[in-house]
T-cell receptor
Framework: GQNIDQPTEMTATEGAIVQINCTYQ??????LFWYQQHAGEAPTFLSY????GLEEKGRFSSFLSRSKGYSYLLLKELQMKDSASYLC??????????FGQGTELSVKP | SQTIHQWPATLVQPVGSPLSLECTVE??????LYWYRQAAGRGLQLLFY??????ISSEVPQNLSASRPQDRQFILSSKKLLLSDSGFYLC???????????????FGPGTRLTVT
C-alpha cells in the first residue's frame, strides 16, 4: 500500500528551529517533496529531494533517507509568517504525488 | 517562466448542476497535468492526471471526469454535482527535471467549490 505519515500539528517559538518529520511507504518512489500551504491558498513548492542527504535553501533545509523511507523539513530562525501547513508528498510513477495530511505549524512570539 | 492559471477562483453551485473547471499552463510544452482535491482540513487527493493530449488516468472513481483537449489545457467536469464534491480543486503541472528521471510539480491558485 501507499502511506505518508507526518505529525498533525506542531508549535514552536519565533527565532527557534523546528524539524517536521515524514515517513513514507510507496511503490515506484522517485523523490520527496515539501510544500508550504497558508490557509485558503494553494501549496507552494519548498523543496524536492531525490538523493539521500541534506538540501539547504536559506532558512529551509530538507533531508531524505531512501533506505529508511524518511524525510524531514528543517526550518531555522522561525518567523511568524512561517505559521502554515507543511505538506510532505512522495513522488510515485509518472510524477503522481501521494500527500500526507499535512503538519499545521504554529509559531508563537 | 512557467505560469499556471485556473478559473474560476471561487464557485457556488447547487446539487445536481454541472461543473466545468479549467486549467491552462504557459511557458512549457508537453507537461504532465494533474487535478487534486483538498477537502476542508484534509490533505490533497489526486483525482486525475494526464501525460499528453487525450490521455487521462483516473485515480479515484467518482462522478467527476477530466479532459485534455490541448497540450496545455486541462478541464475537470461533472454532469451532476454532489454535496461531497465541495472542496478546493488544484491543478498542477510537472515536467521532467534533472538527470534522475523525476518531476518537479507546481500548483495553480486553485478553485474553491461549494456545493449547496
Amino acid at each position: 500500500g501507499q502511506n505518508i505519515d507526518q505529525p498533525t500539528e506542531m508549535t514552536a517559538t519565533e527565532g527557534a528551529i523546528v524539524q517536521i518529520n515524514c515517513t513514507y511507504q510507496t511503490s515506484g518512489f522517485n523523490g520527496l517533496f515539501w510544500y508550504q500551504q497558508h490557509a485558503g491558498e494553494a501549496p507552494t513548492f519548498l523543496s524536492y529531494n531525490v538523493l539521500d542527504g541534506l538540501e539547504e535553501k536559506g532558512r529551509f533545509s530538507s533531508f531524505l533517507s531512501r533506505s529508511k523511507g524518511y524525510s524531514y523539513l528543517l526550518l531555522k530562525e522561525l518567523q511568524m509568517k512561517d505559521s502554515a501547513s507543511y505538506l510532505c508528498a512522495a513522488e510515485a510513477l509518472e510524477g503522481k504525488l501521494i500527500f500526507g495530511q499535512g503538519t499545521e505549524l504554529s509559531v508563537k512570539p | 517562466s512557467q505560469t499556471i492559471h485556473q478559473w474560476p477562483a471561487t464557485l457556488v453551485q447547487p446539487v445536481g448542476s454541472p461543473l466545468s473547471l479549467e486549467c491552462t499552463v504557459e511557458g512549457t510544452s508537453n507537461p504532465n497535468l494533474y487535478w487534486y482535491r483538498q477537502a476542508a482540513g484534509r490533505g490533497l487527493q489526486l483525482l486525475f492526471y494526464s501525460v499528453g493530449i487525450g490521455q487521462i488516468s483516473s485515480e479515484v472513481p467518482q462522478n467527476l471526469s477530466a479532459s485534455r483537449p490541448q497540450d496545455r489545457q486541462f478541464i475537470l467536469s461533472s454532469k451532476k454535482l454532489l454535496l461531497s464534491d465541495s472542496g478546493f480543486y488544484l491543478c498542477a503541472w510537472s515536467v521532467l527535471a534533472g538527470d534522475w528521471g523525476s518531476y518537479e510539480q507546481y500548483f495553480g491558485p486553485g478553485t474553491r467549490l461549494t456545493v449547496t
